[in-house]
């Protein structure tokens, strides 16, 4: 069965930093994935998707991940947070049968000092 | 273009009462998706549509939540009765045919049952 993991419930990293946030899925055959964003009171944004081909992906707002089938990981990085990144991220994986079904993993939220 | 659109955005009820949620999703949209958001959790797929027939229900506990689409346009999802682990935020969301993989979520509705 697809699950997702995402280790880190909350980040807290300074502006200018970089970020990476962990994501780590069980599935069997080769995955759909995904991140998305999610700010207060707003739904979610997709910020980058992986199907095949180049491992490392790049997304919105500077954001880019990389798939590892060794790890079974598709972390997420960027190399400069600013103050506006500050949200709720979620990892996801689509069934390759019905790969706009996606499993979610339970998030990792994310605080920016100034 | 106009994005999902849900309402209401909240609603408060006492248990054993009944709720329902309206999803207006982007035109054109085959695909919807209703979602429910546990607090601290990631979604969870309750039902799944394309155009007014159903594609996964497999996760809506039927004995109390129902869904329709029936025009293959809007949809509404209803609760009864409710009970207190239910409170959570419904996501709705939808998809092209020509990109299923990308759904758009709307803003949600936050439910909470006293």
Known sequence: ???????????????????????????????????????????LQLLLKYFSGDTLVQGIKGFEAEFKRSQSSFNLRKPSVHWSDAAEYFCAVGASNNFNKFY????TKLNVKP | EAGVAQSPRYKIIEKRQSVAFWCNPISGHATLYWYQQILGQGPKL????????????????????????????????????????????YLCASSS???????????????TVT
Do not use: M
């Not at chain 1, 899925?25 to 700010?39: D, E, H, I, K, R």
């Not at chain 2, 990308?102 to 803003?107: A, E, L, R, T, V």
């Open chain 1, 1 to 43: 069965a697809q699950s997702v993991t995402q280790p880190d419930i909350h980040i807290t990293v300074s502006e200018g930093a970089s970020l990476e946030l962990r994501c780590n899925y069980s599935y069997g055959a080769t995955p759909y994935l995904f991140w998305y964003v999610q700010s207060p009171g707003q739904g």
């Open chain 1, 104 to 107: 979610f993993g339970s998030g």
């Open chain 2, 46 to 89: 309750l039902i799944q549509f394309q155009n007014n027939g159903v594609v996964d229900d497999s996760q809506l506990p039927k004995d109390r939540f129902s869904a329709e689409r029936l025009k293959g346009v809007d949809s509404t999802l209803k609760i009864q009765p409710a009970k207190l682990e239910d409170s959570a935020v």
């Open chain 2, 97 to 111: 045919s020509r990109n299923q993989a990308k759904q758009y979520f709307g803003p949600g509705t936050r439910l």
